[in-house]
């Protein structure tokens, strides 16, 4: 009878209480960072980066421990995590199962599109494990991430990044619940300075933007973040766009004609 009262105690704890059991988190992210620090390189000024995938194939005993970490992870673990620290969890889990789905192919791949668009599309493949079920790239991005109400925050674009050239850049830094924001608008601002990517044509007289602001440009207009359209980002990174100070001034009007620049998926290799 003792023994019978004591399984029903234990099966009754809140999952908050037996999450608490399971091993704890690193929260640094120190393997993901230690692997960023040593196989992404800083470009164009600091404004985008290239990955030695190479690199990280040597090193692909390591990123799989980190992968393991991340699957490790449970729905009840989770949910006692701070917002911040769910974000930093998804936003690198994003990255990391990126970097091993290119390894599956490297050196052979070209660019992330050539897994396919239907069969083997890499972002809607289920091939890990996270939050205790089968996942996909996709899931993280726009059901966990992007979802209404979770944490509606449109610097998911520079937080996630796809393996290819017209992404914002892979940072150099894991994100971490302490600095999120700090890291976010860092992330954010190298991507609006990086003219590849995001510039002002003054012959056209016109904002030429990465067409992630045409995909999702409804992310830039619910308010979040001070945004409210795709107009307004232009307005405030204006002076990341533009060099003379007539051409600032003239997209801080919002009254600047916007067009989409072609999106680069050739894959974002250092050695390419």
Known sequence: ???????????????????????????????????????VRLIAGGNASQVDYR??????????????????????????????????????????????????????????RDFGRVIGNPWKDEFFVLLGARRSLDW?????????????????????????????????????????DVQLDDLFRRFMSDRS????????????LSPIFDWYGSDFARGHRGFASVGDVVAKYADALADRREDVERLRTKTVPIRFVEYDWRLNDIGR
Not at 155 to 177: E, K, Q, T, W, Y
Not at 197 to 208: L, S, V
């Open 1 to 39: 009878m003792r023994r019978r009262q004591l399984l029903l105690a234990a099966t009754a704890l809140p999952l908050s209480r037996r999450a608490a059991t399971q091993p704890a988190f690193d929260h640094s992210h120190a393997a993901w960072d230690a692997l960023l620090k040593k196989h």
């Open 55 to 112: 690199g990280f194939a040597a090193d692909r005993a390591v990123l799989a421990g980190y992968l393991g970490e991340l699957s490790a992870v449970t729905p009840a673990h989770y949910e006692g995590w701070s917002k911040a620290q769910q974000y930093a969890f998804l936003a690198n889990a994003y990255n990391a199962f990126t970097i091993e789905k290119v390894l599956t192919r490297y050196p052979r791949l070209q660019s992330i």
């Open 140 to 180: 993280i991005e726009h059901e966990a991430m992007r979802a209404p109400g979770v944490f509606d925050d449109p610097r998911v674009h520079v937080a996630v990044n796809c393996a290819s050239i017209g992404c914002p850049m892979l940072g150099r830094d894991a994100l971490v619940a302490a600095r999120l």
């Open 197 to 208: 990517r995001n510039r002002y044509d003054p012959q056209a007289q016109a904002a030429e």
